[in-house]
């Protein structure tokens, strides 16, 4: 058996909270403790570790320099604790407190409001953190456990992560309002397209990726330019740039403000597949159909706010 340790996390708050106040009595207030005693824990600590960590002086407490590190240490020390008890807290209840949510740019800005929404109203306990990032970088921070879960398309390359669907999103034409394509009602056959100008997000964007999979038989034109963003994108569509394809979750905010025309694409409509993923074995696999139970319809709502 390895010999106890000489030391408590109760010692590393008081010297916490002693290098955070500069003063003894404050610091004991901050803990909750009566000052002999916490002044006769912090001595007993540097007794047992043979370093002085404070100076006691007129002008107040100073951190030695010898102590320095060791308080760093200490809120390492602490901030492990809390997440050693916050695991533990999660497995009990994964929808109480934080949970670290990725969501990718695409999804972001036009689902990330009614979800964060939905979650407040059905579990108020729950805390979501969230992450924006691109597919690849969010599934990594799945696999190595910085992230919990995360809303992704599941026409991307998830590995082995888990999910469930939380909808599907449809792809329609978005044109400048001038354009030939801009006439009619009815849907746009995909044929319709050979010899337009594609515009597309840059590389490391699913989307791009699932646009040119969409397209792929239309014999388009890509354009060497490429969006950073989905406002980028329609502002050029709208400036006669060219043509895009847009998801439908993205409608209701991009074409309020600029001036392009969006049509429907004729069956079969490519589509995009909105899905909450969770790294395989993770404590979330339990909870996560009351999750996408609450998420789903979150997705739904937006796809019918679309005009």
């Given at each position: 058996?390895p010999?106890?340790l000489?030391?408590s996390?109760?010692?590393?708050?008081?010297?916490?909270?002693?290098?955070d106040?500069?003063?003894?009595r404050?610091?004991?207030?901050l803990?909750?403790?009566a000052q002999?005693?916490?002044?006769?824990?912090?001595?007993?600590?540097e007794?047992?570790?043979g370093?002085?960590?404070?100076?006691?002086?007129?002008?107040g407490?100073?951190?030695?320099p010898?102590?320095?590190?060791l308080?760093?240490?200490?809120?390492a020390i602490?901030?492990?604790a809390?997440s050693?008890?916050?695991?533990?807290?999660?497995?009990?209840?994964?929808?109480a407190?934080?949970?670290?949510?990725?969501?990718?740019?695409?999804?972001?800005?036009?689902?990330?409001p009614?979800?964060?929404?939905?979650?407040?109203?059905?579990?108020?306990?729950?805390?979501p953190?969230w992450?924006e990032?691109?597919t690849p970088?969010?599934?990594?921070?799945?696999?190595?456990?910085?992230?919990?879960?995360?809303?992704?398309?599941?026409?991307a390359?998830?590995?082995?992560l888990?999910?469930?669907p939380l909808?599907e999103?449809?792809?329609?034409l978005?044109v400048?309002r001038a354009?030939?394509?801009?006439?009619?009602r009815?849907?746009v056959?995909?044929?319709?397209l050979?010899?337009?100008r594609?515009l597309?997000?840059?590389?490391?964007?699913?989307?791009r990726?699932?646009?040119?999979?969409?397209c792929?038989?239309?014999?388009?034109?890509?354009?060497?330019?490429?969006?950073?963003?989905?406002?980028?994108l329609?502002?050029m569509?709208?400036?006669?740039?060219?043509?895009?394809?847009?998801?439908?979750?993205?409608v209701?905010?991009?074409?309020?403000?600029?001036?392009?025309?969006v049509?429907?694409l004729a069956a079969?409509?490519?589509?995009r597949?909105?899905?909450?993923?969770?790294?395989?074995?993770?404590?979330?696999?339990?909870?996560?159909?009351a999750?996408a139970e609450?998420?789903?319809p979150?997705?739904?709502?937006?796809?019918?706010?679309?005009?």
């Amino acid at each position: 058996m390895p010999s106890p340790l000489p030391l408590s996390l109760r010692q590393l708050q008081y010297v916490v909270a002693v290098a955070d106040t500069r003063h003894f009595r404050r610091a004991a207030e901050l803990c909750a403790v009566a000052q002999p005693a916490l002044s006769t824990q912090i001595a007993a600590l540097e007794e047992a570790l043979g370093v002085r960590i404070f100076d006691r002086g007129r002008r107040g407490v100073v951190v030695t320099p010898a102590g320095e590190p060791l308080v760093a240490r200490a809120r390492a020390i602490l901030t492990a604790a809390e997440s050693l008890v916050e695991e533990a807290r999660r497995h009990q209840d994964p929808l109480a407190g934080t949970l670290r949510l990725g969501i990718i740019p695409t999804f972001a800005p036009y689902l990330l409001p009614e979800m964060a929404a939905r979650l407040r109203r059905a579990f108020p306990a729950l805390l979501p953190q969230w992450t924006e990032a691109h597919t690849p970088t969010l599934v990594a921070d799945l696999q190595e456990g910085r992230l919990d879960a995360a809303l992704l398309a599941l026409e991307a390359d998830l590995e082995d992560l888990e999910w469930l669907p939380l909808g599907e999103d449809p792809f329609l034409l978005a044109v400048p309002r001038a354009h030939p394509l801009a006439r009619g009602r009815a849907p746009v056959g995909l044929d319709r397209l050979e010899g337009e100008r594609l515009l597309l997000l840059e590389d490391g964007h699913c989307l791009r990726d699932q646009a040119l999979s969409a397209c792929a038989n239309a014999r388009v034109e890509e354009l060497g330019y490429r969006a950073t963003s989905l406002p980028t994108l329609v502002q050029m569509v709208a400036s006669g740039m060219g043509i895009t394809l847009l998801p439908r979750t993205a409608v209701a905010t991009e074409v309020g403000r600029a001036p392009v025309r969006v049509r429907p694409l004729a069956a079969p409509v490519p589509f995009r597949t909105v899905v909450l993923a969770w790294r395989r074995g993770s404590f979330l696999k339990a909870a996560a159909p009351a999750l996408a139970e609450v998420l789903g319809p979150g997705v739904a709502a937006v796809l019918e706010g679309a005009p």
